[in-house]
């Protein structure tokens, strides 16, 4: 071992020891004849000091030290003459009595700092040096903290942990699927899981009832931003359960994490909302409960009374912006721009400004009396001194644009504090989605929700409204307006399942091709069952107070699904190509 | 939830109660009026009881089930008339007030029993129904035990298990990698790792001292027996440390391990062996010390007695194989005929064997007088009544061949005991292979381990001979004849790692085309640093007292590296192919 004790670890009860540390450099400071360095490792800084009673090789060595030089350092630790409250070594440092360099250090091409002076691009080229850096550091260590909470949690509940294979089949739902060809079966294909979903119905079908897995999971997607072609699930699932058992479980699950990480107590029980009423109230299936402001429907209120554009809309809804009033009329254009802008796609927003006077001012003054308007601001859940912002136009549409809306003013309100949790349940999810431009049914969560058993009826109608109102027993577990996690109680049996790929298009021949090992597994005696799956990356990101996930993955790939570190992808050589039996058909630019 | 207990759990304790269970039906039994129904579940099973005072449906349902129906039963807890001493719950039996049929089952394809009546092709094509039997539940339940008593040791000691990516960078060295083609990026590919290694190092480079993963790893290999394409690691990685601290921690976690699984208390210290001590002993760098047999030279004595064979022979070596001098002339003709198999290589063998009444019988008594031949059987560590068995010709080839013949005896002779456990450490392994037929070195373990700083002259020599005799700082854990892990402490310093890949013929352009990150990591400050990685799947097969993984692993390949359960690999949509720029070239039969 190269060392006694670790950076973080000695203290004033270690004064008189002699004592050897090894790490990085992180500063060196010389101050007449003396030369302080601040070594660093994973636990910590401890302050070291030479001066001119100290031996002639420590100083020759101590002269030489640059930033990041790997260093083994003994001495006797001694009071500080001044002392550091800011870190737990404050109090003491080592007086050298020898040092070695184990490896010297180019200058860095950034500062290895809290706040860095290194670009994103230039960080992510030497991720393994932004990785030293405290923020990333406390990512990492949160990380493995969590997963292990997890896994004592979910051991203590009698579920186990089971691997399933990452070289599987391509499947036809969902995302696009990266592919893996295969060398023993030329012109043959793997596919990386999108998620575990077939095995771990399958483990259930095999009589596993409790099992887990922190996994990593692959999706060829157009990436967006804060997406990672390759991410990590804790994917869950039990036999024998109703959705009551799962909530209560997983519930209990992120209370145990809550406690754990944050002696934080969630509230008991969790708040729940069926998905209607969060598109209702809050515009979204992942509403932010940490703040109010919910949408308030305006239609009765505000239509019939000559204003076209309100009268011929499906839906009117506001909300009300606390303390917004004083606004000026810059603020709300500039308000009216941002929700005109195509990721929020409003066609207009109209005002009502109930002054802290008692005055009403409103962009639709000339068709509305005040008081009409204070009916509505009212109805909006506005009080004087607030101003109600207003969108129309098809129902879901603009509801989700209020939601937005909701949240960017919970934002400029500074009401979204990072380590202020408010979770909750998202439930009875519709079980299809329409979409208009491919004129068919996609299944809101997957292929393998079963419908609410009160809605079978309309589950096995022909008509596109009985379908499009069948709702799931799915639900999704919402922290922060973030979702978290989310699964449903699954289909066990052959009959409904069937039902299902035909619903969504998919042929007799299609799904016995794609899916026909698991339609035969449902024939041997597949249990009831239902789990659910909890982005890990985000989990860890918004227990770190982050939205953002690249700082929980050690070495994550950029915006264009490229790991710039190891600069991958690459070309391979001429004889992989020809082994796997493959040609490049690059297309013309 | 379906269940008020599980079929594991109900004891005389219970008697009266009214409980509810779920599960599979495992077997039905009339006996006159009576039917018993046996109910599996993962933990255990439970008698049923329906007879003539059972409610009309309850019967009825009763006398429809079949094999692997899914129930529900609920009944009263009652005392067996006739109690089964076998299983845990063998006092009682429910008296069924109710039953409900969840799902029926097709009839098996084969016996969901201990011993099924099923091939190993049709178990793989419906694992899901094989994964339902004992020893393969037993196997899995296993494999989570221990999963999570090493993250348990690991965590316990600071470790910290970060995850690292799958879609990485082709690398030279090595097996074959799996690839995986870009949409984003058309005619470059990601590799699937086969192991982390790189990652774990540019962590220990960025700090993270103690660093484990229990991960999927990829080989694209022609598959032998008991290989699969995906594999796990318990990886790991340390810095600041010198060989020692690695042994002393990971045979800390064995340690662990045993005591906590099989209540088994290890030697402490665990034995440790030279690779070339392994070699000349045991003809093996994975010794089985279960049992004795050693080899010894024996070309002193058996050369210069004008037995040509021998004379020219670089080596000859025998085991004393204990009480087997009552073997017949036959089946030392079978032994022979088994070493001169291709698998084993020998040209022919020789045996002396020595009678329990002193007397002394050889198959080459017309060269050695009974004296040299009894000298030879005692220097070969044979008593009265043994058989001694002889090989000649290259030396570590015959050890080999040896080697291979002692497990053979060992085996025949029942002197290899599943639950009997002998670990060691083999250490000091040589730096480099030779290839005869590439006339080139390579990596005895890969290139990034360091040479023995003792051993430095001989590793900047470009005299073969030299190099051949460089030893590294390297170690492998062998259990039962197993390697269960390997690891070693790694170059830290550039210019090493330059001569490293100079003398494995990697080219510089290569070396910084396909290393270049690593490479340039190592000037930032890399530590001193070592670490291994334990074979997952085989850990848990010798724990569970096999030597096959395949029951270890919840949906393994076959020998082709197919799921004949998925039926992957499998051919993908045209769209696929060309989204990915992609045409197959397909060879001429």
Redesign the interface.
């Given at each position: 071992?190269?060392?006694t004790h670790t950076c973080g670890e000695l203290r004033a009860a270690n004064i008189g020891q002699t004592v050897t540390l090894?790490?990085?450099v992180q500063r060196v400071r010389k101050m007449g004849g003396m030369t302080f360095v601040d070594l660093?490792?994973?636990y910590g800084i401890t302050q070291l000091r030479v001066d001119d009673s100290s031996a002639e090789a420590v100083r020759t060595t101590a002269a030489r030290l640059g930033r990041?030089?790997?260093i083994?350092a003994t001495g006797v630790v001694e009071e500080r003459a001044s002392k550091n409250a800011k870190i737990p070594t404050g109090d003491i440092e080592l007086n050298l009595t020898g040092i070695t360099v184990?490896?010297?250090?180019?200058v860095?091409p950034f500062t290895i700092e809290d706040e860095s002076d290194g670009g994103e691009d230039l960080r992510a080229r030497?991720?393994?040096?932004d990785?030293?850096r405290n923020p990333l550091?406390n990512a990492?260590?949160l990380?493995?903290r969590i997963?292990?909470e997890v896994?004592n949690y979910l051991?203590g509940k009698n579920f186990?942990?089971?691997?399933?294979?990452?070289?599987?089949?391509?499947t036809p739902e969902g995302a696009?699927?990266?592919?893996?060809?295969?060398?023993?079966?030329?012109?043959?294909?793997?596919?990386?899981p999108q998620s575990p979903q077939t095995?771990k119905q399958?483990?259930m079908?095999?009589?596993?009832?409790r099992y887990f897995q922190i996994v990593?999971c692959?999706r060829?997607e157009?990436?967006r931003a804060d997406r990672q072609?390759?991410f990590?699930q804790i994917d869950c699932e039990m036999s024998?359960?109703?959705q009551e058992?799962v909530l209560s479980l997983f519930e209990g699950m992120m209370r145990h994490l809550f406690k754990t990480i944050h002696n934080f107590d969630i509230p008991n029980p969790m708040p729940r909302i069926t998905w209607y009423d969060a598109m209702d109230s809050y515009g979204s299936d992942k509403p932010d409960i940490r703040f109010g402001m919910k949408l308030h429907e305006l239609s009765a209120l505000l239509q019939g009374h000559g204003f076209s554009v309100f009268d011929g809309a499906e839906y009117i809804g506001g909300i009300a912006v606390p303390g917004a009033a004083e606004y000026t009329r810059k603020q709300i254009d500039e308000l009216t721009e941002w929700v005109k802008r195509p990721q929020v796609g409003a066609k207009g927003m109209v005002y009502i400004r109930w002054n802290a006077d008692g005055s009403i001012k409103s962009s639709v003054d000339k068709f509305y009396t005040p008081e009409i308007l204070q009916q509505a601001a009212e109805a909006a859940g506005a009080a004087k001194g607030d101003l109600v912002l207003i969108l129309c136009g098809a129902k879901r549409k603009t509801q989700t644009q209020l939601g937005v809306l909701r949240i960017e003013m919970g934002n400029r309100l500074d009401l979204r504090k990072p380590f202020d949790y408010a979770p909750l349940w998202v439930v009875d999810f519709p079980l299809f989605e329409w979409d208009d431009e491919t004129q068919r049914f996609y299944a809101m969560h997957h292929p393998f929700t079963a419908p609410k058993p009160e809605h079978l009826d309309w589950y096995y109608s022909n008509k596109k409204e009985d379908l499009e109102r069948v709702c799931a027993n799915a639900y999704d577990f919402v922290l922060n307006g973030v979702e978290l996690g989310g699964g449903s109680i699954r289909i066990?049996?052959a009959e409904v399942q069937k039902r299902m790929f035909e619903i969504l298009g998919i042929s007799a021949e299609d799904a016995e091709a794609k899916f026909?090992?698991i339609i035969n597994?449902?024939?041997?005696?597949?249990?009831?069952h239902g789990g659910l799956a909890f982005g890990f990356d985000r989990v860890c990101a918004l227990f770190g107070g982050q939205e953002t996930i690249r700082d929980y993955?050690?070495?994550p790939?950029n915006n264009?699904?490229?790991?710039v570190?190891?600069?991958?992808?690459?070309?391979?050589d001429q004889t992989?190509m020809d082994?796997?039996?493959?040609?490049?058909?690059?297309?013309p630019e």
């Open positions: 071992m190269y060392r090894a790490g990085w660093r490792d994973r990041e030089f790997v083994q184990l490896n010297e250090s180019a860095p030497y991720r393994y040096l990785l030293r550091k990492l260590m990380r493995h997963a292990h896994r051991d186990l942990e089971i691997e399933t294979p990452f070289l599987i089949k391509s696009r699927d990266f592919v893996v060809p295969s060398r023993m079966n030329p012109g043959q294909f793997y596919a990386l095995f399958l483990l079908v095999a009589g596993y009832d990593r692959f060829d157009d990436l072609p390759e990590t024998f359960v109703e058992d066990h049996e026909g090992f597994a449902f024939r041997f005696g597949a249990p009831p993955i050690a070495f790939k264009m699904g490229r790991d570190m190891l600069d991958a992808p690459s070309e391979i992989q082994e796997l039996c493959l040609a490049s058909v690059l297309k």
